[in-house]
């Protein structure tokens, strides 16, 4: 089965077992905040094939608003894509969601630049103990960081 890309678009490479049934600890809950809905459909389909479970919000106030509600369950990672931030706009925005949520800083960050030069393509940076910025290539680059993280 060929792999895909975030967006949906086909990518080199196959699926492993490995990537599909991650040696993860019971269902982890992803807090994703996706602005495009046409990239949101794509990531939040990869990250169910993936196993894990999603709280979905179209926009920032959406999730300031789900992590208020009596009715919140915890995430065990955020993970971000605004339209139009650079990198280090996204991650205040994403400290500033895991605190109003009251997680602790363990809590991993992630946030996904919707655009990124080339030569930074396919890495992962640690910009703080648990705040990372994926650019990301495809979905495979994304699981395996999100293992790392999750584990």
Known sequence: MPSTDLH???ANGTW???IINPPLRSRPTILVVEEDNNARHALT???RQFGYRLLV???VEDALEWVSSSAYIHADLLLIDLIGKFPEEALSVGQYLRAQAKYDAQTPL???PEKVAKEVEGTDKNVSANDWICYYEDSDQLQRLLVRLLQ
Do not use: I, Q, R
């Open 8 to 10: 949906g678009n086909e």
């Open 45 to 47: 389909k990869n990250l």
């Open 110 to 112: 992630v946030v996904m």
């Open 16 to 18: 492993t077992d490995e």
């Open 57 to 59: 919000a179209a926009d």
